[in-house]
């Protein structure tokens, strides 16, 4: 089912309070998915017209990640999710901030 779907529920459905809250966070959920996915569309437009002004230099992949996984630590420990890992160092030629945006996207 989709978003409208669970809002025509809200408004025509006599639900529990337990239904309800249930319907109001598979809407919140599902609209930050799409919102999410608005703005990853709206990158790779811009990227893909050349629109983006590319900064390029060196960036450490590894430490990228690295970092990425402690930006949002709050999230795996709330969802009791244990990440390990070993990193071997991996430098490339990107655009930093362009890295960070879509792993803001991703996770």
Do not use: C
Request: glycine share 2%; net charge negative; charged share 30%.
């Amino acid at each position: 089912m989709n978003i409208q779907g669970y809002a025509e529920l809200l408004q025509t459905q006599k639900l529990s309070d337990e239904e309800h809250f249930e319907y109001v966070q598979i809407i919140d959920q599902e609209s930050k998915r799409l919102s999410n996915l608005t703005k990853q569309l709206l990158l790779l437009t811009s990227l893909d017209q050349n629109s983006y002004p590319m900064k390029l230099s060196e960036v450490k992949l590894d430490e990228q990640i690295k970092e990425t996984i402690r930006r949002h630590q709050w999230r795996l420990e709330e969802k009791e999710i244990e990440v390990s890992y070993k990193l071997a160092p991996v430098i490339l030629k990107g655009d930093p901030e362009l890295l960070v945006s879509m792993s803001k996207m991703i996770v």
